[in-house]
Antibody, heavy 116, light 110 residues
Framework: EVQLVESGGRLVQPGGSLRLSCAASGFTFGNYAMSWVRQAPGRGLEWVSAVSGSGHNTHYADSMKARFTISRENSKNTLYLQINGLRAEDTAVYYCAKGGAEFDHWGQGTLVTVSS | EIVLTQSPGTLSLSPGERATLSCRAS???????LAWYQQKPGQAPRLLISGASSRATGIPDRFSGSGSGTDFTLTISRLEPEDFAVYYC???????????FGQGTKLEIK
């Protein structure tokens, strides 16, 4: 059974940094592209970033390029998202999702709240 | 950048009725790269349809997808109580890799 478990979300002050993690199990992690998708409270889904199975290729939504860094550690079956310079508008549930053209499995999400 | 516009914003129907949800793209989208998701309150999205018309594993056959080019449709043939949720369409563009979601359609009980 595929499982994706996010962690690392918490209350952070504006300007702070955070690293989110997603622990994967139930599939050959290194064979699949992975993404982060976020959802602000009461809003729709917004793709943040994707990384290839090898980790060599990364892609970002235009508005995310400057402050977000995606990475993966295939030996640990773990996906990461580093967020710097956090802003109030980054407040959201952050999901990790498995897949290339579409996302066939999602984690339960981790909540990031940016507030002073 | 491709924009996906879903309509209606909210759809009010009764169990047993047929639901038709629309997703329109600002430019042509490959059918291979159009997907639909269902999201219930407090839950992660669930993949329903990929490649515009292929049901994901375990998805009941009352869900069907169709369309091509700029116009895509998700149809739920006979609504069950558990189908009332928010539905999103999503497209994937490969050069460069980018994903876009529609704003969602809320399907509510009438």
């Amino acid at each position: 059974e595929v499982q994706l478990v996010e962690s690392g979300g918490r209350l952070v002050q504006p300007g702070g940094s955070l690293r989110l993690s997603c622990a994967a199990s139930g599939f050959t992690f290194g064979n699949y592209a992975m993404s982060w998708v976020r959802q602000a409270p009461g809003r729709g889904l917004e793709w943040v970033s994707a990384v290839s199975g090898s980790g060599h290729n990364t892609h970002y939504a235009d508005s995310m390029k400057a402050r977000f860094t995606i990475s993966r550690e295939n030996s640990k079956n773990t996906l990461y998202l580093q967020i710097n310079g956090l802003r109030a508008e980054d407040t959201a549930v952050y999901y990790c999702a498995k897949g290339g053209a579409e996302f066939d499995h999602w984690g339960q999400g981790t909540l990031v709240t940016v507030s002073s | 950048e491709i924009v996906l516009t879903q309509s209606p914003g909210t759809l009010s129907l009764s169990p047993g009725e047929r639901a038709t949800l629309s997703c329109r793209a600002s430019q042509s989208v490959s059918s291979s790269f159009l997907a639909w998701y269902q999201q219930k309150p407090g839950q992660a999205p669930r993949l329903l349809i990929s490649g515009a018309s292929s049901r994901a594993t375990g998805i009941p056959d009352r869900f069907s997808g169709s369309g091509s080019g700029t116009d895509f449709t998700l149809t739920i043939s006979r609504l069950e109580p558990e189908d009332f949720a928010v539905y999103y369409c999503q497209q994937y563009g490969s050069s460069p890799p980018m994903y876009t979601f529609g704003q969602g359609t809320k399907l509510e009980i009438k």
